[in-house]
Nanobody, 130 residues
């Protein structure tokens, strides 16, 4: 059974840092793009970052570019999101998602579209106080 599990959320003050982790089991992790999404109360789920199967620099939402860094370790089936210079508007439930395809984006769609991902974790909460 496929499992995607996030960890590392918590509460920090604005300007602080958090490191989110995601582990996945029972599927071809290295062959899939992996992404982070977030959803704040009353808002739509928002794509934060994606990294191709096999690695690379990653794609980022403008709202987090320069502050967040995505990375993966295919040998450990793990995905990480390093979040620095956190702002109150970063507060949300963060979700790890496993893509249907190797690449974050291609001719069939862009990385920030939720239907491109078919396995999701339960989420980890991030709270940022001002």
């Amino acid at each position: 059974q496929v499992q995607v599990v996030e960890s590392g959320g918590g509460s920090v003050q604005a300007g602080g840092s958090l490191r989110l982790s995601c582990t996945a089991s029972e599927f071809n992790f290295a062959g899939r793009a992996m992404a982070w999404f977030r959803q704040a109360p009353g808002k739509e789920r928002e794509g934060i970052s994606c990294i191709n199967g096999g690695g690379g620099r990653g794609d980022y939402a403008d709202s987090v570019k320069g502050r967040f860094t995505i990375s993966r370790d295919d040998a450990k089936n793990s995905l990480t999101l390093q979040m620095n210079s956190l702002k109150p508007e970063d507060a949300a439930m963060y979700y790890c998602a496993a893509g249907r395809y190797r690449y974050c984006s291609d001719s069939s769609g862009s990385w920030f579209l939720p239907p491109r991902y078919n396995y999701w974790g339960q989420g980890t909460q991030v709270t940022v106080s001002s």
